[in-house]
Structure formats: structure tokens, C-alpha cells
């Protein structure tokens, strides 16, 4: 008899399966094992998330202010002669949150244009007369269903490892008191890279701790970084991976001289960039600078 462990091991190198029955076969497995933690994730990406809640770091995405061009009838980035507003509009769109269900994301990608978020905000209409909206890649979302997938499958093989396999859509006892007894292995955390945003779980080390910000010495050497960077940019010959690269150091400027910067989401943007230099052979940030971040990778 077949193993829904296995099957679902199967299906996530499958990539005509959907994510989100990937997740709805991983409920049942997270559920008849008692894996809480891991079964409030699942639930999470099915139904969406709380807006205050724990998120993990693949969900905030990079994006950009677009208006509605009336005669070109198309979205098109917004322009702003005033600093003030430009320095909003950034703030604004650098980076966001997606709360949204796995399914929205999926159907987004079958839809035309990019995922719009709508926007309402007096300091950026008032002189532009028309619909603004903040609108997020679909590469990015593309990027965001192979993390969810990649995350089953490490999950499935960890399953696997410890025996926990089950047959048909059954759990003999002792692969449920296995499961239990090693629940620590199974937190999702353990399977998420990069971990959650804005979490106090801690993956169950010896004298962990959280580091939420970086010293003085570690933005001041970012700050130094960034017009190198700028530069490496203007270099980069793909348009899809500019941009990206583009709004992702204008998070991190933006991000590096706020009054209490987001160690997560300058985090995100630092592995992103690394990322695209690996895709186009530029060096977008100095091997020094990633070896004084502690937990960036």
C-alpha cells in the first residue's frame, strides 16, 4: 500500500502539482501526526495570514509604485519632481508584506500584468489624477511557490529519515510517538530558510539568541557599500533582474537610515541581491560585508 509521506515527497518534485495541493496533502500529515506547529503553517498559507501574526521572510517581496496611464492605458512608474514625495513613495513600496492565500498567488500568475495592491494615500494622488497601486513581480512570485514547495520537501525527507513514512492515509502508534517524542526536529522553523519575520520562536539551540538589529559599524559599512552597489546595478543587462536589483537596494537605503531599521528585511534584500549576482556574474555585495553580518544566510 502506498505511503502518503512518499507520495507527497513524489509530488513536490512535481512541478505540473499545484502548491496548494501539495499543502492540503501535508495538512493531513501535520494533522494525524500532531505537529502543531508545522499544521498552523500549512494553515496559514491555505487561508492567509493574521496581519499581525508571524510571517515568514519569503513573503515580503520587493515592489513599486505604478499609476494608470489614461491614454497609453497601461500601468507605468509613478515620477516625482518633489524629494519629499519620492522619499514617500519609496517607504511605501520598497518593500511589502503578502498575507494573501498560496491559491491567490497562483492564480495571480495565471493572470495578466503584475500582482497590483491598491493604495490610497493623499500625499501621493492629489497631484496625479489617476489610480495608483503598488504592484509586486510575478518572478518574485514564482520565487515565493518554491519556497513553500522546497519546504515540504525538506520536510518529507526529514519524515523519511525518522521512520515516519505511514501507510495509506494512516499513522501506525508508534510512528505517532515518534513524531511526538521529536517534535523539536519538526519545527517549521527548522525548514524555512531565512526563518520568520518578526518571530520570538527560536530554533532549539544551546544559548541561542535573537539578533533583531545591527550595530552602528555594520549600517555604516552598508551605507559605504551602497553606491558601489548602485553602480553594479547600472551594469546588470537583464531588465527583469535590474529592476529587482533596484528595489531591493532602495529598501535597504531606505531601511538603513530609519530610526530603528528592520534587521529581517534588510536581510532579505541583502540574499536577494546575492541571489541575482549569481544569475548575472556581477558582484552586487562585498564578500567582507556578508561575513560581518551575523545570520544573514
Same mark, same amino acid.
Given at each position: 500500500?502506498?505511503?502518503? *509521506?512518499?507520495?507527497?515527497?513524489?509530488?513536490?518534485?512535481?512541478? #505540473?502539482?499545484? *502548491?496548494?495541493?501539495?499543502?492540503?496533502?501535508?495538512?493531513?500529515? =501535520?494533522?494525524?501526526?500532531?505537529?502543531?506547529?508545522?499544521? #498552523?503553517?500549512?494553515?496559514?498559507?491555505?487561508?492567509?495570514?493574521? @496581519?499581525?501574526?508571524?510571517?515568514?521572510?519569503?513573503?515580503?517581496?520587493?515592489?513599486?509604485?505604478? =499609476?494608470?496611464?489614461?491614454?497609453?492605458?497601461?500601468?507605468?512608474?509613478?515620477?516625482?519632481? #518633489?524629494?519629499?514625495?519620492?522619499?514617500?513613495?519609496?517607504?511605501?513600496?520598497?518593500?511589502?508584506?503578502?498575507?494573501?492565500?498560496?491559491?491567490?498567488?497562483?492564480?495571480?500568475?495565471?493572470?495578466?500584468?503584475?500582482?497590483?495592491?491598491?493604495?490610497?494615500?493623499?500625499?501621493?494622488?492629489?497631484?496625479?489624477?489617476?489610480?495608483?497601486?503598488?504592484?509586486?513581480?510575478?518572478?518574485?512570485?514564482?520565487?515565493?511557490?518554491?519556497?513553500?514547495?522546497?519546504?515540504?520537501?525538506?520536510?518529507?525527507?526529514?519524515?523519511?529519515?525518522?521512520?515516519?513514512?505511514?501507510?495509506?492515509?494512516?499513522?501506525?502508534?508508534?510512528?505517532?510517538?515518534?513524531?511526538? #517524542?521529536?517534535?523539536?526536529?519538526?519545527?517549521?522553523?527548522?525548514?524555512? *530558510?531565512?526563518?520568520?519575520?518578526?518571530?520570538?520562536?527560536?530554533?532549539?539551540? *544551546?544559548?541561542?539568541?535573537?539578533?533583531?538589529?545591527?550595530?552602528?559599524?555594520?549600517?555604516?559599512?552598508?551605507?559605504?557599500?551602497?553606491?558601489?552597489?548602485?553602480?553594479?546595478?547600472?551594469?546588470?543587462?537583464?531588465?527583469?533582474?535590474?529592476?529587482?536589483?533596484?528595489?531591493?537596494?532602495?529598501?535597504?537605503?531606505?531601511?538603513?537610515?530609519?530610526?530603528?531599521?528592520?534587521?529581517?528585511?534588510?536581510?532579505?534584500?541583502?540574499?536577494?541581491?546575492?541571489?541575482?549576482?549569481?544569475?548575472?556574474?556581477?558582484?552586487? @555585495?562585498?564578500?567582507?560585508?556578508?561575513?560581518?553580518?551575523?545570520?544573514?544566510?
Amino acid at each position: 500500500m502506498s505511503s502518503l *509521506v512518499l507520495e507527497l515527497q513524489k509530488d513536490c518534485i512535481n512541478s #505540473n502539482i499545484l *502548491v496548494s495541493d501539495l499543502l492540503r496533502k501535508a495538512l493531513i500529515i =501535520a494533522t494525524k501526526l500532531k505537529l502543531n506547529e508545522f499544521e #498552523n503553517w500549512i494553515n496559514n498559507e491555505l487561508n492567509g495570514y493574521p @496581519i499581525h501574526g508571524e510571517l515568514p521572510r519569503y513573503r515580503i517581496l520587493g515592489s513599486s509604485l505604478r =499609476a494608470w496611464n489614461i491614454v497609453q492605458q497601461r500601468w507605468l512608474p509613478l515620477r516625482f519632481t #518633489n524629494p519629499e514625495e519620492e522619499e514617500l513613495a519609496t517607504k511605501l513600496s520598497s518593500s511589502k508584506e503578502l498575507l494573501d492565500p498560496i491559491s491567490s498567488i497562483e492564480h495571480c500568475l495565471e493572470s495578466n500584468g503584475d500582482y497590483p495592491i491598491c493604495l490610497s494615500h493623499d500625499a501621493l494622488t492629489k497631484n496625479i489624477g489617476s489610480e495608483v497601486t503598488i504592484q509586486i513581480s510575478k518572478s518574485q512570485f514564482r520565487q515565493l511557490l518554491e519556497g513553500v514547495r522546497n519546504t515540504l520537501l525538506r520536510w518529507t525527507l526529514k519524515l523519511e529519515e525518522e521512520g515516519i513514512i505511514g501507510t495509506g492515509m494512516s499513522f501506525s502508534q508508534q510512528e505517532s510517538v515518534k513524531a511526538e #517524542n521529536n517534535s523539536q526536529i519538526f519545527h517549521i522553523q527548522n525548514y524555512i *530558510v531565512g526563518g520568520m519575520h518578526n518571530s520570538p520562536i527560536q530554533q532549539d539551540t *544551546v544559548n541561542s539568541t535573537q539578533i533583531s538589529s545591527y550595530t552602528s559599524d555594520e549600517l555604516e559599512l552598508l551605507k559605504q557599500e551602497i553606491p558601489s552597489i548602485k553602480e553594479k546595478i547600472n551594469d546588470i543587462k537583464d531588465e527583469s533582474l535590474k529592476k529587482q536589483a533596484g528595489s531591493d537596494l532602495a529598501t535597504i537605503e531606505v531601511q538603513v537610515n530609519a530610526p530603528n531599521p528592520t534587521k529581517s528585511i534588510i536581510n532579505t534584500c541583502i540574499k536577494s541581491l546575492w541571489s541575482i549576482s549569481e544569475k548575472v556574474g556581477v558582484s552586487l @555585495i562585498a564578500n567582507e560585508f556578508i561575513k560581518l553580518i551575523p545570520h544573514v544566510f
